[in-house]
């Protein structure tokens, strides 16, 4: 039993002297922060580059009479004075489109469905502005407007 009592507190002297040798060993000094000189570029104010840096983001939701959404509505946007569409797309499940067009022109927007009558709102894109948001409001054909 003596023998066993020696080689438990043996070993837990061991164990305790290892713990106190690594508490006091000293750590390693903390990274030095980089001290990289700023890139030329930056402190330079750039212009936004990428291929929608001239772009017009034309927002809208589309509803029907009552007031509830209107889904797959078809948009199709041309610019001012043009016979052909060059955007065309359809209003998401919530009534909701967005097409990028080019900035510096005037566009008509033209919402259609069957059944209704097609709306058309123009959209000046020659500001500095660079969204428009529309709402449309479908009647259906043969109906009085309210």
Sequence with gaps: MASRRSLLISGMTIFFA???????????PPPAPQTQ???AESSTKKKPSGKHQHDFLIKGTVFTQEGLSFA??????RRAGEKSFHWKDEANSRGEFAIRVVQGS?????????????QLKPVDATGS?????????MEREGSKPS
């Design 72 to 77: 797959d509505a078809r948009i199709q946007i």
């Design 129 to 137: 502005e660079r969204i428009e948001e529309l709402v449309f409001h």
């Design 18 to 28: 290892a713990l106190q040798a690594a508490a006091q060993s000293p750590q390693p």
């Design 106 to 118: 005037k566009y008509e927007v033209i919402v259609s469905a069957k059944g209704y009558k097609d």
């Design 37 to 39: 000189a700023p890139a």
